[in-house]
Nanobody, 118 residues
Framework: QVQLVESGGGLVQAGGSLRLSCAASGRTFRPYAVGWFRQAPGKEREIVARITWSRASTYYADSVKGRFTISRDNAKNTAYLQMNSLKPEDTAVYYC???????????WGQGTQVTVSS
């Protein structure tokens, strides 16, 4: 079983930055990809960014392109989401998830709150 733990959320003013971490523990961690998702109150969960574990290929939602950067450290079994130029509309609970090669996100963290004040 794999456990994912997010950290790094908090309250920040618009224009500020935060870096989220997603640490994996448990059995050998070799996902196909790790994704960062977010869910704002009253809205559906949406994918923000994704990185493939072996090749580090990345994908970003249009809403965060140029502001967010996803990365991973294989040796530490940790994925990161660097968030710059934050906007109030980035306020949400952010989750990380590990996907298998079929694209199914099998493991989820508990989420970390990000609040951006205007």
């Amino acid at each position: 079983q794999v456990q994912l733990v997010e950290s790094g959320g908090g309250l920040v003013q618009a224009g500020g930055s935060l870096r989220l971490s997603c640490a994996a523990s448990g059995r050998t961690f070799r996902p196909y990809a790790v994704g960062w998702f977010r869910q704002a109150p009253g809205k559906e969960r949406e994918i923000v960014a994704r990185i493939t574990w072996s090749r580090a290929s990345t994908y970003y939602a249009d809403s965060v392109k140029g502001r967010f950067t996803i990365s991973r450290d294989n040796a530490k079994n940790t994925a990161y989401l660097q968030m710059n130029s934050l906007k109030p509309e980035d306020t949400a609970v952010y989750y990380c998830s590990a996907a298998n090669s079929a694209g199914s996100y099998d493991y989820w963290g508990q989420g970390t709150q990000v609040t951006v004040s205007s």
